[in-house]
């Protein structure tokens, strides 16, 4: 039973060392091919779990609220003003069951500066629950007060950048910055969070009290707010809120029923899908030009099998006269096929291994080779040299023995 195996197994190595620049250009292409499914599809997972954290980052079980314009007769009227308040903010804050949290947001850019180095900034006027909405803790420092977000009190948490740029290595915590004409009292400094979902970089921002920004740097009227974040009380309770928030928001906005919202409300599940789209789309064209290097692979050995075949006619006659069999003629041939392909597989799979170790550090992705994607890529390479082998070994096993030993 073993020299079934043991005998075309040999056969086969013996005629891979007798042309190794052959088979090593052969194995080549489903090296190729392996590596690039593997690592396309590390790639794609590291991207995946890239965008998760960064969606992480904006807080969980959040929803964004912004004021939108309704339509009139097909136009957009010129004369239209934003209607989303604090007040809004605090109905739903008050009134939601499935609401924990609001936060008001008003934002803008602005110049600041200390000791004679300045920067443009965004400045974003909010309350307390900011931080806990966007799970944004301080590494330094201390939030500002109620009272301070009731005085109007000229206070700030300034990012990780901010902080950098205008003080260096020294400790911004006490130290008086000015943005625009007005002096800020720093109370701390946020935590590091790097860059959001959409490449906007999230340390590049001042905190002041809402109440501060409006009466400071940015006047607007009847308490209008550019954006309201909510927090639901958990990951169940997203929908509820969002559709609570929306009741509250409508009453409160007068209007009637069918018409349409003068805001928006959107969570993170419409980001995510947005960026899984994006990502699958990729992932898609980079695996179908994995898989056509596979296949191009894949004909290479068969085209080298077909020569091979061709070239060793005589000795194949010889086998036969002493007594092989077709099918031991098949099974040689067909066992140096899948031993060309799983080389190149193996050698593939190493050679991902390594591009996608060296990706990860390169591009800071949280990428690692998938166990199921080198078993997928290496059965699939092995396949590979059964499907394109069958055609050159049925070949080899149909020749006849009498003019396969005629052949010079």
Not at 17 to 37: E, M, Q, S
Not at 47 to 53: G, L, N, R, S
Not at 113 to 133: D, M, P, R, S, W
Not at 218 to 237: N, S
């Amino acid at each position: 039973m073993l020299r079934y195996f043991f005998t075309p197994l040999a056969l086969a190595v013996a005629a891979l060392l007798d042309w190794p620049l052959r088979a090593a250009l052969t194995a080549f292409g489903i090296l190729v091919g392996v590596a690039a499914v593997v690592t396309v599809v590390a790639l794609g997972e590291g991207t995946e779990i890239a965008v998760q954290q960064k969606l992480a980052s904006f807080g969980q079980n959040t929803l964004n609220v912004a004021p939108e314009q309704q339509q009139a007769s097909g136009a957009q009227r010129a004369e239209w003003e934003p209607r989303l308040s604090e007040a809004d903010g605090q109905a739903i804050a008050r009134d939601a069951p499935s609401v924990r949290a609001v936060a008001p947001i008003l934002t803008s850019r602005a110049e600041v500066a200390f000791g004679g180095y300045g920067a443009t900034t965004e400045v974003i006027g909010t309350n307390q629950k900011f931080l806990e909405l966007r799970a944004w803790p301080l590494a330094s420092g201390e939030v500002w007060s109620e009272q301070a977000e009731k005085t109007a009190s000229r206070v700030c948490l300034i990012g990780k950048k901010v902080a950098a740029d205008l003080f260096g290595d020294s400790d911004p915590v006490g130290r008086v910055l000015r943005i625009g004409r007005h002096p800020f009292h720093v109370l701390g400094v946020l935590v590091e969070k790097g860059q959001g979902p959409f490449g906007q970089e999230q340390d590049d921002v001042v905190l002041v009290p809402i109440a501060t920004k409006r009466a400071k740097l940015q006047p607007t009227q009847h308490g209008r707010v550019q954006q309201l974040v909510i927090g639901a009380t958990g990951d169940r309770a997203v929908a509820a809120a969002k559709q609570e928030a929306g009741a509250i928001l409508r009453e409160r906005h007068g209007l009637r029923e069918g018409a349409p919202d003068d805001f928006s409300i959107r969570g993170q599940d419409s980001f995510r899908e947005t960026q899984d789209r994006v990502v699958q789309i990729l992932r898609l064209l980079l695996t179908s030009v994995a898989a056509i290097s596979l296949l191009v692979g894949g004909i290479g050995i068969m085209n080298i099998m077909l020569v091979s075949v061709t070239d060793r006619t005589r000795d194949i006659g010889i086998r036969m006269a002493i007594g092989a069999s077709r099918w031991d003629i098949l099974a040689q041939f067909l066992t140096e096929s899948v031993l060309l392909s799983a080389i190149g597989g193996a050698l593939g799979a190493g050679l991902s291994v390594v591009a996608v170790l060296g990706l990860a550090q390169a591009l800071s992705l949280p990428m690692q080779p998938s166990l199921a994607a080198l078993c997928l890529a290496l059965g699939v390479s092995s396949s590979i040299g059964v499907l394109f082998g069958l055609i050159p070994s049925w070949r080899a096993a149909s020749l006849d023995p009498v003019q396969a030993l005629g052949r010079e």
